[in-house]
């Protein structure tokens, strides 16, 4: 396949914040991909041709310079119009307003040009343009960009990340439980932690819950979907299909004949869904 990929997973300060940086660079074999939400914000900048991002809810984004997808629960499709050439920024469910300065609430569902929303892209994609395209030198420079705006005053950071990590383990347990834990009353946790992750509690958790079932799947072998529900706290398989299809934007049958199809096997690509 004509289609590279480079992804590093940033050290230090910067860790909390972002999840990966990566370089994409070719022509993907299918014309299109829904890519399901993770709970993160996602920048693109764009070096190539313009890449179409089309949110489940909301109009159609052709960005020619960069792109800012804000946190979402519904999936998204990525249209490349030419070969992709692409460095982005996936941050962890915190990171956005540390990372780019946006509050992630108003960009929710949202895709939105990334040099209005961030003020250090611009500078970033001239500085990417006028390199000499190694993907390595391009991360490196981009996480410099990232560490020097960094920003960590907000204070609801630390407490928004403990529900984070503690709906990662165990994405069915009740937020009433981990409100209780940091010492404040639900409706405050449940304000502040849609002011900082741009996502309620209990709205990132089903998508954490689904992430974890689709990072367990092996689409080259049978799916064992009655076991994944009952091991991941669905009441039954029904209500499985029901939110892996919301999640992915396909029922689970298709998600998997979508991988097979496109995907190298062994090659691991959950949430995405190769179309056309």
């Known amino acids: 396949m004509d289609f ?12 909390r914040y972002v ?14 991909e829904r890519i399901a939400p993770t709970g993160s914000t996602v920048a693109g900048i764009v070096l190539g041709p313009p890449i179409r991002q089309t949110p489940a809810d909301g109009p159609e984004f052709l960005a020619t310079t960069g792109f800012l997808i804000g946190p979402h629960d519904r999936p998204l499709v990525n ?10 920024v996936v941050t962890t469910p915190i990171g956005c307003r540390a990372v780019f300065g946006v509050d992630p609430a108003p960009l929710r569902g949202r895709v939105v040009d990334l040099g209005t929303a961030w003020r250090a892209a611009p500078t970033l994609r001239a500085e990417l343009v006028a390199g000499d395209g190694d993907p390595a030198s391009m991360l490196d420079r981009t996480e ?20 984070v990590a503690a709906l990662e383990q165990a994405p069915a347990r009740p937020i009433a439980d981990l409100a209780n834990d940091l010492g404040i009353s639900h409706g405050h946790l449940d304000r502040e932690f ?6 309620s509690p209990r709205t990132l958790a089903r998508v954490l819950r689904v ?51 496109f995907l190298d096997p062994g090659e691991l690509s959950p949430g995405f869904v190769p179309e056309g």
């Open 4 to 15: 590279a990929f480079t992804q590093r997973t940033p050290t230090g300060p910067l860790a």
């Open 19 to 32: 999840e990966s940086v990566w370089h994409a660079r070719g022509q993907i074999p299918y014309a299109r």
């Open 79 to 88: 249209e490349p119009t030419g070969r992709t050439d692409c460095v982005g």
């Open 144 to 163: 410099v960009v990232l560490r020097a705006g960094l920003d960590e005053t907000d204070r609801g950071l630390a407490r928004c990340a403990t529900v």
């Open 194 to 199: 849609t002011r900082v992750v741009g996502l």
């Open 211 to 261: 992430r974890r079932l689709l990072e367990q799947i092996d689409v080259q072998d049978r799916v064992a979907w009655t076991r994944l529900a009952a091991d991941l706290g669905w009441y039954d398989q029904a209500h499985l299909v029901r939110d892996v299809t919301r999640h992915t934007g396909v029922p689970p049958s298709s998600y998997v004949a979508a991988q097979r199809r």
